[in-house]
């Protein structure tokens, strides 16, 4: 029987097509693993530590005391997690507070916030901080906080205790509603009834958008630092010329 071109080539494309459908395609590349947290956060530890040893462990003995830290008290004692006088490893693995100035804003924002920007209305955080006192005593205690607060705390933090630093003032280790909500009202310096991550301190000018004249610009505050080369205490106003200063702020410390 004869063929022509034409049924030829029309079966040999069909057989193709037969073939291309029966054969399996390729898989899609495996996704590359995702970064484990807590490794992450302990390699960052280790670096911090391997930081500090470097820079003031001056006899070698693996640990830092506090004639050999240069930055003052109060960065030694936040670091000093277990209190015994001297910095050692483990005392970077325990959980710390954050400065209550940074901290509480940061953290009641992530727990309680409405999911706006940077910018929460009060009084529904006053309510929402206030409602973990579960036993209905008056006061929340850590044994209440911890187990809502563990889905919003970085690594590392210690959130009740950075919240007990500025808002616990009768010092019971608890926080009362009045604590909670004299805390949160004070930081409102516009009083505008929200928590703003960066509010204005309270008798500063308002903040103005586009060019300012030299005269009419505020100078950042001065501060002092030590530099990395030789630790040498260093202030900003020292620093203030006729060129423009650069500040890149990053710390283990």
């Known amino acids: 029987m004869a063929i022509d071109r034409g ?5 040999a494309l069909a057989v193709a097509l037969l073939i291309g459908c029966a054969t399996p395609s390729s898989p899609p590349p ?11 956060h302990r390699r960052h530890l280790a670096e911090a530590w391997s930081f500090l040893v470097q820079r003031y462990d001056a006899d070698g003995d693996g640990a830092i005391a506090r004639g050999e ?36 804003p940061l953290l009641v ?8 920007e940077g910018v929460t209305p009060i009084a529904p955080l006053i309510d929402a901080l206030a409602a973990l006192d579960r036993d209905g005593d008056g006061r929340v205690a850590r044994a209440e906080f911890e187990p809502v607060a563990a889905r919003g705390v970085p690594l590392g933090v210690d959130a009740f205790a950075t ?15 009045p604590e909670i909500a004299r805390w949160l009202q004070g930081r409102d310096a516009e009083g505008d ?14 903040l103005r958008l586009g060019w300012s ?6 100078l950042a505050p001065d501060f002092a630092a030590l ?14 010329r006729d060129k423009p200063i650069a500040l890149l702020f990053g710390s283990f410390t």
């Open 227 to 240: 530099r990395l080369d030789d630790l040498a205490p260093v202030r900003l106003s020292e620093l203030r």
């Open 109 to 116: 924002v992530r727990l309680a916030g409405d999911g706006r």
């Open 30 to 40: 495996p996704e590359p693993p995702r970064p484990d947290p807590l490794a992450e």
């Open 69 to 104: 830290y240069a930055r003052g008290d109060e960065p030694f004692t936040r670091l000093d997690r277990d209190g015994d006088g001297s910095l050692r490893f483990a005392d970077l693995e325990q959980p710390g507070p954050l400065p209550p100035d940074f901290g509480i």
């Open 213 to 218: 004249e030299p005269h009419e610009r505020e």
């Open 7 to 11: 049924t030829r080539f029309g079966s």
């Open 163 to 177: 919240l007990l630093a500025g808002m616990d003032d009768d010092r019971d280790r608890l926080l009362s509603r």
């Open 193 to 206: 009834g929200l928590l703003e991550l960066r509010e204005r301190p309270r008798g500063a000018p308002p």
